[in-house]
């Protein structure tokens, strides 16, 4: 099994910038596909981004194009987020997500992390 733990969410200025990582354990060796997800009160869960298992294919929601980067460093069990220019409409809980391959809907991936809160100011 695999283990996922979400950090560095926090509270920002609009405009601001933030890095999450998600460091992973045990059989990450099944991690083909990483993912960021985020959910906001009362919204469904929805796709951020998604990145394949050296980093050669990644896919990036269209409300966050430009702003947002996902990237991994396989050597140390880790995904990170890399989010510029941060909005209100970002505020959210951000959670990671390991599955086969890239793909938006949540039911596609196999693990969870316990996710993190950024909060946006206006």
């Known amino acids: 099994q695999v283990q996922l733990v979400e950090s560095g969410g926090a509270l920002v200025q609009a405009g601001g910038s933030l890095r999450l990582s998600c460091e992973a354990s045990?059989?990450?060796?099944?991690?083909?596909?990483m993912a960021w997800f985020r959910q906001a009160p009362g919204q469904e869960r929805k796709f951020v981004a998604a990145?394949?298992?050296?980093?050669?294919?990644?896919n990036h929601a269209d409300s966050v194009k430009g702003r947002f980067t996902i990237s991994r460093d396989n050597a140390k069990n880790t995904v990170y987020l890399q989010m510029n220019s941060l909005k209100p409409e970002d505020t959210a809980i951000y959670y990671c997500?390991?599955?086969?391959?890239?793909?938006?809907?949540?039911?596609?991936?196999?693990?969870w992390g316990q996710g993190t809160q950024v909060t946006v100011s206006s």
């Open positions: 997500a390991a599955g086969s391959e890239i793909q938006t809907a949540p039911s596609a991936y196999d693990y």
């Open positions: 045990g059989r990450t060796a099944s991690m083909v596909a």
């Open positions: 990145v394949s298992r050296r980093g050669g294919f990644w």
